[in-house]
């Protein structure tokens, strides 16, 4: 299935989860904010949120700084 993956095309296994798209990215999820759809998704439901095709995903990673 295709993906928009931070505006780029990505190409995934059918059934794919955003835990299992973080790791083909070698992405801890510490620190970071997952977005499907214009939806934060929660930490703690990456292993269980699955992608569909179309699906729009920002990856975004945090910054500290002053």
């Not at 095309?9 to 059934?15: A, M, N, S, T, Y």
């Amino acid at each position: 299935m295709k993906i928009k993956l931070n505006g780029e095309i990505k190409e995934l296994p059918d059934g794919a989860t955003i835990e299992a798209l973080l790791e083909s990215l070698s992405i801890k999820a510490q620190g970071i904010a997952v977005e499907v759809n214009r939806e934060i998704v929660p930490k703690r439901l990456f292993g269980a949120s699955t992608l569909n095709e179309g699906d729009a995903v920002e990856i975004v990673r945090m910054v500290g700084g002053g």
